[in-house]
Nanobody, 118 residues
Framework: VQLQASGGGLVQPGGSLRLSCAASGQIFSINVMGWFRQAPGKQRELVATITNGGSINYSDSVKGRFTISRDNAKNTVYLQMNSLKSEDTAVYYC?????????????WGQGTQVTVSS
């Protein structure tokens, strides 16, 4: 499975960005897709995930501001980020895993930089 992320950039505080992540390869094995982020000097942290069935999980720090969605026909997951804050500045990584159970594999895309600054 390959994950190709896009959509990062520079935005002012309060602004919006949308990230996209397209999956290719053995996508039938994927159950969960989502996003992590890593700010300078900090550990990588979960942002949001979405399952094949549409179950969604957000970190507390982005609830109410970010929306994750998934287009199964396009094998693509999106992260709509609104009301961005300087603390959202990080490299954002697309993530996927599947299948459930002992045969699970985890996949990572290349990072895309999001910078929130005036």
């Amino acid at each position: 499975v390959q994950l190709q992320a896009s959509g990062g950039g520079l935005v002012q505080p309060g602004g919006s960005l949308r990230l996209s992540c397209a999956a290719s390869g053995q996508i039938f094995s994927i159950n969960v897709m989502g996003w992590f982020r890593q700010a300078p000097g900090k550990q990588r942290e979960l942002v949001a995930t979405i399952t094949n069935g549409g179950s969604i999980n957000y970190s507390d720090s982005v609830k109410g501001r970010f929306t994750i969605s998934r287009d199964n026909a396009k094998n693509t997951v999106y992260l709509q980020m609104n009301s961005l804050k300087s603390e959202d500045t990080a490299v954002y990584y697309c993530y996927a895993y599947g299948p459930y159970g002992p045969s699970r594999n985890d996949y990572w895309g290349q990072g895309t930089q999001v910078t929130v600054s005036s």
